[in-house]
């Protein structure tokens, strides 16, 4: 049942943009192109935001498809686009995510 609900849920943001938690802390942004069932995700056109609470958020290009392991995912939330075209990421300050602790 629980894999039913998370295959529906990831097929419906497949070609949408998303923004990917790890548990490492790193939030990396990018279209879906493909997951599997360990829950990999494969992103192509990718960034990694990153933040500092001294400067604007930061934008590493990740170039090429990037695969997130599963067994690092943290959150997977759809990105509205338009909303985010119009944030300033250079005003925005925020301390850096700190690593999931099991």
Known sequence: ????????GLASL??????????DGRNIVGILRGYDQA????LDECHERVY?????VDQVVLG????????N???????D???DQQLNLSQI????LKAVQH
Do not use: C
């Open 93 to 96: 300050r925020a301390a850096p």
């Open 64 to 71: 090429g498809l990037h695969v997130v392991r599963g067994d």
């Open 14 to 23: 497949v070609d949408t943009t998303i923004s990917v938690i790890t548990n």
């Open 81 to 83: 686009d338009d909303l």
């Open 39 to 42: 829950t990999n995700l494969i």
């Open 73 to 79: 995912i943290a959150v997977v939330g759809e990105l």
């Open 1 to 8: 049942m629980a894999a039913d609900l998370q295959e529906a």
């Open 52 to 56: 500092s609470s001294k400067s604007g």
